[in-house]
């Protein structure tokens, strides 16, 4: 039998992995101890918290207020043994951010966090793709471009600098545009936007002035590394951070163009769910990152 603060947590994680299975396997415990738990956690209250059907488990109205109550008390409770313990920060600490932002920005500097803060265990997740943090049990997203999640706050870390670029292949066989009225009869690599289901424009911006174009693409991928890839076999001009094509500009791979007329910078955040209060875990790894942004060279 589990207490009545192991079952407020196994109840929050019931609600956010909206699974007893995830939510038990989450706390290493069987899932029927889950389960019963729960239910005498209902009997006590006098009321419904969950409603199960065979693929789902969502709270009830009153599930969700005591949800809600829950999540506060136990970050308090945290936040309070920390500080009168003395104790760093300690526990899982789950991140989603894109694979080669993760490889050129963060990994360099882990050892330092971890030096610091030795009683976290950090789980990266590596994609690019939209995540429902709470349903998915991650506790803060890194995703680059404009938010469209009212549901999570935002913290905002960087802006990257973006390029054109296409390989000496490609160039040698269309031609190196002087300008963008030069891009008649050149073609791009198409970056499938999850938003639209289209390919994303190619952006170009001149003071204040922003002009999209959308060029012929032979291939259309939804993933970056593959429209890497693409743009080094010659497929066409491509744009991202400038970050992401660094070692290939050096080496010759790839090659620049229109520098005069570049991408708007994108913008780099990090995510959290606004119905949860930051944790020790979350707030130190967040003043992290902002620092190796802010020393970063973009």
Known sequence: MIDRLETMRLFVRVVERGSFSR????????????????????????????????????????????????????????????????????????????????????????????ERYPGITLQLGQSERLVDLVREGVDCVLRAGDPDDSGMIMRKLASLPEITCASPAYLQRFGTPASVGDLAGHRMVGFLSSRTGAALPLEFQTGDRREEITLPATVIANDADTTHHLARQGFGLIQAPRYRFREDLAAGRLVEVLPDTPPPPLPLAAFYPQNRQLSPRVRVFLDWIVGIFARAEM
């Open 23 to 114: 939510a038990a396997s989450d706390m290493n415990i069987p899932r029927s101890t889950a389960t019963e738990a729960v239910q005498r956690l209902e009997k006590a209250l006098g009321s419904r918290l969950l409603e199960r059907t065979t693929r789902h488990v969502a709270p009830t109205p009153d599930g969700e207020t005591y949800y809600r109550r829950c999540v506060a008390i136990l970050a308090d409770l945290e936040e309070a043994e920390g500080a009168l313990r003395g104790h760093e920060p300690s526990g899982l600490l789950r991140v989603d951010a894109p694979g080669t932002l993760t490889r050129v920005f963060l990994l360099p500097h882990l050892s330092g966090f971890f």
